[in-house]
């Protein structure tokens, strides 16, 4: 097939997501009212405990904008590719999925583009809770937000494959959401989204080991240095890993010939 046949479908399947994300104003706003409540509601439990180490004026600073916001951006992200793969679960069975699986394009570029799709909303979720979160007085660098855009393209694509990963097991929707909170708070709180490691490691040794080494952890590591204009290396290895290895397992397991899928349905 031609390249025009490839961007025309990519094309169409990004733009039908983000149309549907629109319309849907529900979703837009129940995306942003979670990490507003964190932001402004738990994060004042926070700053006390923060606070003992930190001389002022420098504990709010730490607190809300290197600590809370670029966690509160990883929550976006993750909540979404959640949501998401909640999505591909219906539309697969009964919806627009079922009907891209059998065209002949590849089915991984298929799943490429959906991930794409979902991707490109959870950036513009991120962004709209940045402008929110400026008219409250967080406001990091201006360069801050252009270096920001690829370390939210990588973590998104990576929570994304995720969240495509679990769909890819599961078949029924009502299934799907009791594995989204098995999945999803377990790595939030296991991170260091809300407070440093070293908070954690004061509290708990293994707790902070599993921490360090929660994909997650590295994700929001990623989006922290570059709201700053500052690059984690290793932060951006273990993430680029973590896409490439669930992208595998999630495509292999739409795969109908030897996924997760065929075995089920042989059942």
Known sequence: MLLLHYLRAMRGIVGREL???VQQRERFFSALVRPMIWLFVFAAGFKSALGIAIAPPYETYILY?????PGLLGMIQ????????????YDREMGSMRILLVSPLPRSFLLISKLLAGTAVSIVQCYV????AWCYGIEPPVMGYLWLFPALVVSGLMLGSLGMLLSSFIKQLENFAGVMNFVIFPMF???SALYPLWKLQESNEWLARLAEYNPFTKNVELIRFALYGQL????LYYTVASLLLFLFVA???YNPSRGMMNKKKGR
């Open 189 to 191: 709180f296991m991170s």
């Open 251 to 253: 495509i292999q397991g």
């Open 19 to 21: 149309w549907r994300f």
């Open 129 to 132: 809770f940045l402008a929110i």
């Open 78 to 89: 993750l909540f979404n590719g959640m949501q998401s793969s909640l999505s591909m679960v």
């Open 232 to 235: 984690n290396i290793e932060a």
């Open 65 to 69: 904008e290197v600590y809370i916001t």
